[in-house]
């Protein structure tokens, strides 16, 4: 059985910084493109960063560009997002997945599996 997990989410201030976390039981987070992806109240689920596999290229959306970082833990099986200089508008529940992306499609939901997602983790931007 696949396992995704994220961690990290909470109430952090306006400009201020959190680390997520993505770890997995089941298989190896390093043989796929891992995605992070977010749903704010009332909104669709939005694609805002991405890792392929192997030589570990990155991608990022434009609301998130500059301010986010990700990149592959592989001691300990786990893919980090760092959130950097929050906004009102970041908060949401962010969610990891696995896929088989190859390019900047890695931001597109259809490109992960069924049952390669994690459960989400709740960030709150607010003063």
């Known amino acids: 059985q696949v396992q995704f997990v994220e961690s990290g989410g909470g109430l952090v201030n306006p400009g201020g910084s959190l680390r997520l976390s993505c770890s997995a039981s089941?298989?190896?987070?390093?043989?796929?493109?891992i995605g992070w992806f977010r749903q704010a109240p009332g909104k669709g689920r939005e694609g805002i960063s991405c890792?392929?596999?192997?030589?570990?290229?990155?991608y990022y959306a434009d609301s998130v560009a500059g301010r986010f970082t990700i990149s592959r833990d592989n001691d300990n099986n786990a893919v980090t997002l760092q959130m950097e200089n929050l906004r009102d508008q970041d908060t949401a529940v962010y969610y990891c997945?696995?896929?088989?992306?190859?390019?900047?499609?890695?931001?597109?939901?259809?490109?992960?599996?069924?049952?390669?997602w994690g459960k989400g983790t709740l960030v709150t931007v607010s003063s």
């Open positions: 089941g298989l190896t987070l390093d043989n796929y493109a």
């Open positions: 890792i392929l596999k192997g030589g570990g290229r990155t």
């Open positions: 997945a696995a896929g088989w992306a190859t390019t900047d499609n890695c931001l597109v939901e259809r490109y992960y599996g069924r049952n390669y």
